[in-house]
């Protein structure tokens, strides 16, 4: 079984800011990793896969790093639009898990 | 464009059981495999289960394994979830969504709302 645990689960934050979110696994899951943004009403979305590929369509102001068990995605230059909630999400396994989310709210 | 489109959901008693089906369009079907996530109202996501492009290989969360089959039709481009013994806490609404070659969800419907409640 493979846990994923996001910190912060919330994060308060200013237009133009950046922001870092992690998420650790339980065991290596070298880069099988993924970030996902939901808003409210809304299906998930995804922003980068293999730990640190952008989604075509994403903007670049979106980034993740990492691999084995920490993972960063950073988020430069907020913009109205980017508060919403982020989930990661492990692949390593066909038995997907998601970390429990890290709603980002405006400060 | 690519896009899937879920069904069947509604409201049912505990030990009930109710379809999804997940219809796609705007790609070839059959060279995808399939995933089913759910999200409970106010919380998290929460892997379901997992269908192969051949169909041969599937997988269910402990949290459903028993009660829950997943299927495809290619030739009707769907997927299907048929959820018998439902409990309150498959209380979610649930999302297909589709898998790249990567390992990510790229594609995801709008979702369909399971309600288990006496």
């Known amino acids: 079984d493979f846990q994923m645990t996001q910190s912060p689960s919330s994060l308060s934050a200013s237009v133009g800011d950046r922001v870092t979110i992690t998420c650790r696994a339980s065991q290596s899951i070298t880069y099988y990793l993924n970030w996902y943004q939901q808003k409210p009403g809304k299906a998930p979305k995804l922003l980068i896969y293999?730990?640190?590929s952008v989604q075509p369509g994403v903007p670049s102001r979106f980034s993740g790093g990492g691999s084995g068990t920490d993972f960063t995605l950073t988020i430069n230059n907020l913009q109205p639009e980017d508060f919403a909630t982020y989930y990661c999400q492990q692949s390593y396994s066909s038995l997907y898990t998601f970390g429990q989310g890290t709603k980002l709210e405006v400060k | 464009e690519a896009q899937l489109v879920e069904s069947g959901g509604g409201l049912v008693q505990p030990g009930g059981s109710l379809r999804l089906s997940c219809l796609a369009s705007?790609?070839?079907?059959?060279?995808?495999?399939f995933h089913w996530v759910r999200q409970a109202p106010g919380k998290g996501l929460e892997w379901v289960s997992y269908?192969?492009?051949?169909?041969?290989?599937?997988y269910y969360s402990d949290s459903v394994k028993g009660r829950f089959t997943s299927s495809r039709d290619d030739a009707k481009r769907s997927l299907s979830l048929q959820m018998d013994s439902l409990r309150a806490e498959d209380t979610a609404r649930y999302y297909c969504?589709?898998?790249?070659?990567?390992?990510?969800?790229?594609?995801w419907g709008q979702g369909a709302m399971v309600t288990v409640t006496s």
């Open positions: 705007g790609f070839a079907f059959s060279d995808y495999a």
């Open positions: 969504s589709r898998r790249t070659s990567a390992d990510a969800l790229d594609i």
């Open positions: 293999a730990a640190s």
């Open positions: 269908i192969s492009d051949d169909g041969r290989t599937i």
